[in-house]
T-cell receptor, first 114, second 113 residues
Framework: EAGVAQSPRYKIIEKRQSVAFWCNPI?????LYWYQQILGQGPKLLIQFQNNGVVDDSQLPKDRFSAERLKGVDSTLKIQPAKLEDSAVYLC????????????FGPGTRLTVL | QQQVKQSPQSLIVQKGGISIINCAYENTAFDYFPWYQQFPGKGPALLIA?????SEKKEGRFTISFNKSAKQFSLHIMDSQPGDSATYFCAAASGGGADGLTFGKGTHLIIQP
């Protein structure tokens, strides 16, 4: 079974530029999550989708971050404009809608904002 | 604010010893408590998880102990091996685990040969 795919793996940009990350969840997983992991910290949930609808985006900085999941499969997360404090690893995870089922994480995209 | 507090921040254990990592939570709505293992450059991977209706769960060398009244849970790694050297995160979620995870800050574990 293929895992969660993310691209790119690494991205370096200047502050105030924009950037987008892509995630393809495990086939059949209805729920998709984006997390931000700052160096030395645990992942923090940014947004949760169920199929193509947003379940929770309470911790998403909506003035600069946006995310979409068209057709309920893959998803993109965008930052515009980026700030220095956005430097982090952006992790995508997916799971089924079955209770107590595992969230599977992708390898992440490491973003460096200069 | 929903929080999960994890300790210690770092831990060094001799090969064959027991590694113990502790977590405490505040939100009584949490009903799913997983532990994740993360190696450098990789995403977190589920190690073991517990629901609040049981006090202990064991899978191989890994055991979760859960104290609902104290709102605490811990991970025990028996017979620790150098390959266990990684960062470990406790986490919690509500909604039967379907909600997004709230993670602790992580424990950097080093197993010395």
């Amino acid at each position: 079974e293929a895992g969660v795919a993310q691209s790119p793996r690494y991205k370096i940009i200047e502050k105030r530029q924009s950037v987008a990350f892509w995630c393809n969840p495990i086939s059949g997983h209805a729920t998709l999550y984006w997390y931000q992991q700052i160096l030395g910290q645990g992942p923090k949930l940014l947004i949760q989708f169920q199929n193509n609808g947003v379940v929770d985006d309470s911790q998403l900085p909506k003035d600069r971050f946006s995310a979409e999941r068209l057709k309920g499969v893959d998803s993109t997360l965008k930052i515009q404009p980026a700030k220095l404090e956005d430097s982090a690893v952006y992790l995508c995870a997916s799971s089924t809608m079955v209770q107590y089922n595992e969230q599977f994480f992708g390898p992440g995209t490491r973003l460096t904002v200069l | 604010q929903q929080q999960v507090k994890q300790s210690p921040q770092s831990l060094i254990v001799q090969k064959g010893g027991i590694s113990i990592i502790n977590c405490a939570y505040e939100n009584t709505a949490f009903d799913y408590f997983p532990w994740y293992q993360q190696f450098p450059g990789k995403g977190p991977a589920l190690l073991i998880a517990i629901r609040p209706d049981v006090s202990e769960k064991k899978e191989g060398r890994f055991t979760i102990s859960f104290n609902k009244s104290a709102k605490q849970f811990s991970l025990h790694i028996m017979d620790s091996q150098p390959g266990d050297s990684a960062t470990y995160f406790c986490a919690a979620a509500s909604g039967g685990g379907a909600d997004g995870l709230t993670f602790g800050k992580g424990t950097h574990l080093i197993i010395q040969p």
